[in-house]
C-alpha cells in the first residue's frame, strides 16, 4: 500500500503540508502557541511555499513514475532503532510505511526531532538512495525543494501537542503536559522555522 501521507508530486507534499498548518490555526491566537502559530508558523510556510512554488515553475509535473518510488519505512530515524550486540543497527515501527516519494524519506530523516541527524551524513545518504531510482538528479533536484517545507511539517507535527487529540495521547502515555513541557515545544518549532527560513534565503541548498 501507499505509506502514511505518500506524495508523488511537489504539488502534493505541499497539500499535506497546509492541511497540517491549516489545523493549528485553529488553536485560540491569544494562547502562546496560538500567537506563534499567527506570527511565526503561517509567515513562514507561505514564504516556504512560495519559494518552492516559483522555484519548479519552469519544469513540468508528472506524477513520480513507479522506477523512482521507493517502499519507506515513513517514520524513519534513529528514534526507531535499536542496535543489537554485534553492532547491526535495527529499525522497527513500520505502521506508516508503504510505497513513497524517496525525497521524503530523505527529508525525514534529516528532519525528525527526536534524534537530530547532522546534515553533514546527507551527502552519502543520498548518494545511496540515488543508488536504487532512475532519475537521480531529479531526486536530488527535489529533496533540495522538498526540505525546507518538511523542515514546516515537522514543526508542525512539534506543535501537535497543543492540539486536543495529541494532548490526550500524551496524558495516555504518561507524558506530564506542563509548563516547561509545552515551552520546550515552542522554543524547538521556532529553531525548526528558522531552518526553513534560512533554507528558503538560501534557495534550499541543503545538498
Same mark, same amino acid.
Given at each position: ?87 547491526? !543497527? ?12 524517496? +525525497?521524503?524519506? @530523505? %527529508?525525514?530523516?534529516?528532519? /525528525? ?21 532512475d532519475d ?38 504518561? !507524558? ?7 515551552r520546550k515545544?515552542?522554543?524547538? +518549532?521556532?529553531? @525548526? %522555522?528558522?531552518?526553513?527560513? /534560512? ?6 541548498k541543503f545538498?
Amino acid at each position: 500500500p501507499y505509506a502514511s501521507e505518500a506524495a508523488f508530486s511537489v504539488d502534493e507534499h505541499i497539500e499535506i503540508v497546509d492541511r497540517r498548518v491549516r489545523r493549528l490555526t485553529e488553536l485560540t491566537p491569544s494562547q502562546p502557541q496560538g500567537g506563534f502559530v499567527e506570527s511565526t508558523l503561517v509567515p513562514t510556510w507561505e514564504r516556504v511555499k512560495s519559494n518552492a512554488i516559483s522555484t519548479v515553475a519552469d519544469r513540468r509535473y508528472d506524477t513520480l513514475r513507479n522506477a523512482d518510488r521507493c517502499v519507506s519505512p515513513s517514520d524513519f530515524g534513529f528514534h526507531n532503532a535499536l542496535v543489537s550486540d554485534n553492532g547491526m !543497527v535495527r529499525f522497527f515501527d513500520f505502521e506508516y510505511g508503504g510505497i513513497d516519494d524517496p +525525497a521524503r524519506t @530523505i %527529508c525525514d530523516f534529516f528532519s /525528525q526531532v527526536a534524534f537530530p541527524v547532522s546534515a553533514s551524513f546527507a551527502p552519502e545518504f543520498i548518494g545511496r538512495i540515488c543508488q536504487i531510482v532512475d532519475d537521480d538528479v531529479w531526486l536530488r533536484q527535489r529533496t533540495r525543494i522538498l526540505m525546507p517545507i518538511y523542515k514546516v511539517k515537522w514543526c508542525c507535527i512539534v506543535l501537535n501537542a497543543f492540539l486536543p487529540a495529541e494532548s490526550a495521547r500524551h496524558r495516555f502515555a504518561g !507524558v506530564p503536559l506542563d509548563g516547561a513541557f509545552l515551552r520546550k515545544k515552542l522554543e524547538l +518549532a521556532t529553531s @525548526i %522555522c528558522q531552518e526553513a527560513n /534560512q533554507m528558503t534565503d538560501t534557495r534550499a541548498k541543503f545538498l
